[in-house]
Protein backbone atom coordinates (compact mmCIF):
# COMPACT_ATOMS: atom_id res chain seq x y z
CA UNK A 1 0.00 0.00 0.00
CA UNK A 2 1.91 3.29 -1.15
CA UNK A 3 1.83 6.10 0.59
CA UNK A 4 0.62 8.34 -2.07
CA UNK A 5 -2.38 7.03 -3.96
CA UNK A 6 -2.83 7.07 -7.63
CA UNK A 7 -5.45 5.08 -9.84
CA UNK A 8 -4.31 1.95 -11.77
CA UNK A 9 -4.58 2.71 -14.97
CA UNK A 10 -6.67 5.25 -16.96
CA UNK A 11 -6.82 5.39 -20.25
CA UNK A 12 -7.96 7.79 -23.74
CA UNK A 13 -8.24 7.53 -27.49
CA UNK A 14 -5.16 9.19 -29.25
CA UNK A 15 -5.87 13.25 -29.49
CA UNK A 16 -7.61 13.19 -26.56
CA UNK A 17 -6.95 14.05 -22.60
CA UNK A 18 -6.03 12.01 -19.66
CA UNK A 19 -5.84 12.97 -16.04
CA UNK A 20 -4.13 11.43 -13.23
CA UNK A 21 -4.41 11.75 -9.73
CA UNK A 22 -2.02 11.52 -7.12
CA UNK A 23 -3.57 11.57 -3.23
CA UNK A 24 -1.52 12.50 -0.25
CA UNK A 25 -1.65 13.99 3.44
CA UNK A 26 -0.62 16.84 4.92
CA UNK A 27 3.37 15.88 5.62
CA UNK A 28 3.55 15.38 1.82
CA UNK A 29 1.36 16.59 -0.79
CA UNK A 30 0.22 19.12 1.56
CA UNK A 31 3.57 20.72 2.55
CA UNK A 32 6.03 19.54 0.20
CA UNK A 33 6.50 20.04 -4.00
CA UNK A 34 4.77 16.93 -6.47
CA UNK A 35 7.24 15.25 -9.26
CA UNK A 36 5.59 13.10 -12.03
CA UNK A 37 8.10 10.38 -13.48
CA UNK A 38 7.18 8.63 -16.68
CA UNK A 39 8.79 4.78 -17.03
CA UNK A 40 8.01 3.45 -20.56
CA UNK A 41 8.43 -0.71 -20.40
CA UNK A 42 12.03 -1.46 -19.58
CA UNK A 43 13.45 1.64 -19.10
CA UNK A 44 14.41 4.18 -16.23
CA UNK A 45 11.95 6.81 -14.90
CA UNK A 46 12.24 10.22 -16.38
CA UNK A 47 11.33 12.95 -14.81
CA UNK A 48 8.43 15.15 -16.19
CA UNK A 49 7.39 17.15 -13.95
CA UNK A 50 8.86 18.74 -10.91
CA UNK A 51 7.67 21.32 -7.93
CA UNK A 52 3.95 20.98 -8.85
CA UNK A 53 4.03 22.57 -12.09
CA UNK A 54 7.41 23.40 -13.70
CA UNK A 55 9.00 21.04 -16.85
CA UNK A 56 12.33 19.71 -17.57
CA UNK A 57 13.90 21.23 -21.08
CA UNK A 58 12.80 19.13 -23.57
CA UNK A 59 9.20 18.10 -22.19
CA UNK A 60 6.23 19.37 -24.50
CA UNK A 61 3.68 21.57 -22.89
CA UNK A 62 1.31 18.49 -23.32
CA UNK A 63 2.13 17.27 -19.79
CA UNK A 64 1.27 19.56 -16.92
CA UNK A 65 1.08 19.25 -13.25
CA UNK A 66 -1.41 20.98 -10.27
CA UNK A 67 -1.28 20.82 -6.97
CA UNK A 68 -4.87 21.41 -4.70
CA UNK A 69 -4.28 20.79 -1.36
CA UNK A 70 -3.15 17.44 -0.18
CA UNK A 71 -3.82 16.19 -3.92
CA UNK A 72 -1.81 16.78 -7.17
CA UNK A 73 -2.91 16.18 -10.73
CA UNK A 74 -0.95 15.44 -14.40
CA UNK A 75 -2.71 16.02 -17.13
CA UNK A 76 -1.58 14.56 -20.82
CA UNK A 77 -3.45 16.61 -23.54
CA UNK A 78 -3.03 15.41 -27.37
CA UNK A 79 -2.43 11.64 -26.64
CA UNK A 80 0.05 9.82 -28.26
CA UNK A 81 0.28 6.03 -28.97
CA UNK A 82 4.46 6.90 -27.93
CA UNK A 83 2.74 8.21 -24.19
CA UNK A 84 1.69 4.56 -23.05
CA UNK A 85 3.80 4.15 -19.94
CA UNK A 86 3.75 3.63 -16.31
CA UNK A 87 3.20 7.70 -14.52
CA UNK A 88 3.93 7.75 -11.10
CA UNK A 89 4.00 10.65 -8.44
CA UNK A 90 6.31 11.42 -6.03
CA UNK A 91 6.53 13.88 -2.71
CA UNK A 92 8.59 14.46 0.33
CA UNK A 93 6.97 13.45 3.40
CA UNK A 94 8.23 15.64 6.37
CA UNK A 95 7.12 12.93 8.55
CA UNK A 96 8.84 9.96 7.15
CA UNK A 97 11.62 12.12 6.18
CA UNK A 98 11.89 10.01 3.23
CA UNK A 99 10.08 10.48 -0.81
CA UNK A 100 7.21 8.76 -1.22
CA UNK A 101 5.80 7.60 -4.67
CA UNK A 102 2.17 6.82 -5.99
CA UNK A 103 1.49 2.98 -6.49
CA UNK A 104 2.16 4.09 -10.29
CA UNK A 105 -1.04 4.48 -13.07
CA UNK A 106 -0.67 2.71 -16.34
CA UNK A 107 -1.69 5.01 -19.37
CA UNK A 108 -3.11 3.21 -22.07
CA UNK A 109 -3.95 4.65 -26.18
CA UNK A 110 -7.02 2.95 -27.28
CA UNK B 1 27.17 15.12 -20.65
CA UNK B 2 25.48 13.65 -17.77
CA UNK B 3 25.91 9.86 -16.75
CA UNK B 4 25.31 7.60 -13.89
CA UNK B 5 26.24 4.01 -14.59
CA UNK B 6 25.18 1.26 -11.61
CA UNK B 7 27.74 -1.35 -11.01
CA UNK B 8 27.65 -4.24 -8.07
CA UNK B 9 24.12 -6.12 -8.37
CA UNK B 10 23.95 -9.85 -8.35
CA UNK B 11 22.73 -12.80 -6.76
CA UNK B 12 23.04 -12.94 -2.97
CA UNK B 13 21.64 -15.33 0.35
CA UNK B 14 19.36 -13.87 2.58
CA UNK B 15 21.55 -12.62 5.25
CA UNK B 16 24.09 -11.70 2.94
CA UNK B 17 25.65 -8.19 1.95
CA UNK B 18 25.91 -6.40 -0.96
CA UNK B 19 27.61 -2.99 -2.33
CA UNK B 20 26.17 -0.89 -5.02
CA UNK B 21 28.32 1.45 -6.83
CA UNK B 22 27.07 4.56 -9.23
CA UNK B 23 29.54 6.22 -11.45
CA UNK B 24 28.85 9.64 -11.83
CA UNK B 25 30.11 11.88 -15.15
CA UNK B 26 29.24 15.13 -16.59
CA UNK B 27 29.06 17.06 -13.01
CA UNK B 28 30.40 16.81 -9.65
CA UNK B 29 28.23 14.67 -8.04
CA UNK B 30 29.00 15.42 -4.25
CA UNK B 31 27.15 19.41 -5.21
CA UNK B 32 23.33 17.17 -6.01
CA UNK B 33 21.49 15.33 -3.97
CA UNK B 34 21.93 11.63 -4.91
CA UNK B 35 19.15 8.53 -4.52
CA UNK B 36 18.45 5.29 -4.71
CA UNK B 37 15.45 4.01 -5.91
CA UNK B 38 14.44 0.13 -6.32
CA UNK B 39 11.52 -1.01 -8.55
CA UNK B 40 10.99 -4.84 -7.43
CA UNK B 41 9.60 -7.22 -10.46
CA UNK B 42 6.31 -5.79 -11.65
CA UNK B 43 5.99 -3.59 -8.83
CA UNK B 44 6.23 0.18 -8.85
CA UNK B 45 8.68 2.56 -7.60
CA UNK B 46 10.44 2.62 -4.06
CA UNK B 47 12.46 5.52 -3.43
CA UNK B 48 15.53 3.63 -0.85
CA UNK B 49 18.00 6.50 0.41
CA UNK B 50 19.20 9.87 -0.46
CA UNK B 51 22.14 11.92 0.69
CA UNK B 52 22.32 15.48 0.62
CA UNK B 53 24.47 17.70 -1.57
CA UNK B 54 25.89 19.87 0.71
CA UNK B 55 26.47 18.39 4.47
CA UNK B 56 25.87 14.84 3.63
CA UNK B 57 23.06 14.29 5.65
CA UNK B 58 21.54 10.66 4.59
CA UNK B 59 17.69 9.76 4.50
CA UNK B 60 16.36 6.51 4.46
CA UNK B 61 13.05 4.67 4.23
CA UNK B 62 12.15 2.56 7.30
CA UNK B 63 12.71 -0.72 5.36
CA UNK B 64 15.77 -0.33 5.14
CA UNK B 65 16.86 1.44 8.17
CA UNK B 66 20.01 0.24 10.85
CA UNK B 67 20.79 -2.11 7.50
CA UNK B 68 21.81 -0.06 4.34
CA UNK B 69 24.21 2.59 4.53
CA UNK B 70 24.59 5.49 1.17
CA UNK B 71 27.66 7.33 1.02
CA UNK B 72 30.25 9.11 -1.34
CA UNK B 73 33.63 8.12 -2.62
CA UNK B 74 34.33 12.15 -4.14
CA UNK B 75 37.55 11.11 -5.72
CA UNK B 76 36.17 8.84 -7.82
CA UNK B 77 32.78 10.61 -8.32
CA UNK B 78 30.82 7.67 -6.82
CA UNK B 79 27.92 7.41 -5.26
CA UNK B 80 27.50 3.87 -2.87
CA UNK B 81 24.75 2.18 -0.93
CA UNK B 82 26.20 -0.56 1.16
CA UNK B 83 23.20 -3.06 1.86
CA UNK B 84 23.50 -5.55 4.31
CA UNK B 85 21.20 -8.19 5.86
CA UNK B 86 19.58 -8.67 2.61
CA UNK B 87 15.70 -10.10 2.20
CA UNK B 88 13.97 -11.54 0.14
CA UNK B 89 11.49 -8.09 0.19
CA UNK B 90 15.40 -6.21 -1.36
CA UNK B 91 14.95 -8.33 -4.68
CA UNK B 92 14.97 -5.22 -6.93
CA UNK B 93 15.94 -3.27 -9.76
CA UNK B 94 18.24 -0.50 -7.94
CA UNK B 95 18.80 2.45 -9.71
CA UNK B 96 20.93 5.73 -8.82
CA UNK B 97 19.68 8.98 -9.79
CA UNK B 98 20.56 12.44 -9.43
CA UNK B 99 18.72 15.65 -7.59
CA UNK B 100 18.11 18.82 -8.73
CA UNK B 101 20.15 20.48 -6.81
CA UNK B 102 21.91 19.89 -3.40
CA UNK B 103 18.57 19.24 -1.31
CA UNK B 104 16.22 17.65 -4.04
CA UNK B 105 15.42 13.96 -3.26
CA UNK B 106 12.28 14.00 -5.06
CA UNK B 107 13.42 15.92 -7.95
CA UNK B 108 15.15 13.02 -9.63
CA UNK B 109 16.50 14.19 -13.24
CA UNK B 110 19.09 12.05 -14.09
CA UNK B 111 18.72 8.11 -13.45
CA UNK B 112 21.37 5.56 -14.59
CA UNK B 113 20.06 1.95 -16.41
CA UNK B 114 19.93 0.42 -12.90
CA UNK B 115 21.32 -2.69 -11.52
CA UNK B 116 19.33 -5.93 -10.40
CA UNK B 117 19.80 -7.24 -6.85
CA UNK B 118 18.49 -11.07 -6.08
CA UNK B 119 18.00 -12.42 -2.87
CA UNK B 120 17.45 -16.13 -3.01
CA UNK B 121 18.96 -19.03 -0.95
Known amino acids: ?110 | EVQLLESGGGLVQPGGSLKLSCAASGFASSSYAMSWVRQAPGKGLEWVSGINGGNSDTFYTDSVKGRFIISRDTSKNTLILQMNSLRAGDMAVYYCAKGLGARNYNELDYWGQGTLVTVSP
Not at chain 1, 12 to 33: D, E
Not at chain 1, 78 to 99: F, I, K, N, P
Open chain 1, 1 to 110: QSVLTQPPSVSAAPGQKVTISCSGRSANIGNNYVSWYQQLPRTAPKLLIYENNKRPSGIPDRFSGSKSGTSATLDITGLQTGDEAEYYCGSWDSSLRAVMFGGGTKVTVL
